[in-house]
């Protein structure tokens, strides 16, 4: 799988817009783009995942520049709940493509009151 | 939403024990995982199950059996315990090849 990048930490003052991007400037034409988060002592939570095109859903948007070698998740009014820290992954999406699963470190979003 | 419920958030074995960790999904996922979190280690595959009474080995398996007996349980089973095996354990359920995984919230075990 693509490797990403992602800066070690950011802060966001609460009611702003969070945006968190990503390079995968390695990433091949079926490697999807998807977005974790964790927040400490809990288990990784699901965001959002896109192929190609910009994807929102009730928790944040996904914008994949044209060239699909970067991305930036957009958490819309941050809170201090959306204290965690963010991983941008890029797989595979086959059958049997378990293994590719992999957190690298990810950025600590700090939301600030 | 998709519940993945894990039965204990920390757990305290001492070193040879037979340890079961729990793991029951509600959503009728096919598709379920064991994984282990170390720092600057990631999350490391261990087992996983596209279907009941199917299981298959991951990354690191060594130590480790799974039993998926039901669709929505898939249990995670240190033989017997060691040190090394501390660590916290995380179960994750998918639906389709494309899903997004959901985690349960962990289970952090102590090997003593």
């Known amino acids: 799988d693509a490797k990403t990048t992602q800066p070690p930490s950011m802060d966001c003052a609460e009611g702003r817009a969070a945006n968190l991007p990503c390079n995968h400037s390695?990433?091949?034409?079926?490697?999807?783009v998807y977005w974790y988060r964790q927040i400490h002592s809990q288990g990784p939570q699901y965001i959002i995942h896109?192929?190609?095109n910009n994807e929102t859903n009730e928790m944040a948007s996904l914008i994949i520049t044209e060239d699909r070698k970067s991305s930036t998740l957009i958490l819309p009014h941050a809170t201090l709940r959306d204290t965690a820290v963010y991983y941008c992954i890029v797989r595979v999406a086959l059958s049997g493509s378990a293994r590719q699963l992999t957190f690298g470190s990810g950025t600590q979003l700090t939301v600030l009151p | 939403d998709v519940k993945v419920t894990q039965s204990s958030r920390y757990l305290v074995k001492r070193t040879g024990e037979k340890v079961f960790l729990e793991c029951v999904q509600d959503?009728?996922?096919?598709?379920m995982f064991w994984y282990r979190q170390d720092p600057g280690l990631g999350l490391r595959l261990i087992y996983f199950s596209y279907d009941v009474k199917m299981k298959e080995k991951g990354d690191i398996p060594e130590g480790y059996s799974v039993s998926r007996e039901k669709k929505e349980r898939f249990s995670l089973i240190l033989e017997s315990a060691s040190t090394n095996q501390t660590s916290m354990y995380l179960c994750?359920?998918?639906?389709?090849?494309?899903?997004?995984?959901?985690f349960g919230s962990g289970t952090r075990l102590t090997v003593v």
């Open positions: 390695t990433i091949s034409g079926n490697e999807y």
């Open positions: 959503m009728d996922h096919e598709n």
């Open positions: 994750a359920s998918r639906s389709g090849s494309k899903d997004g995984y959901t």
């Open positions: 896109g192929l190609k």
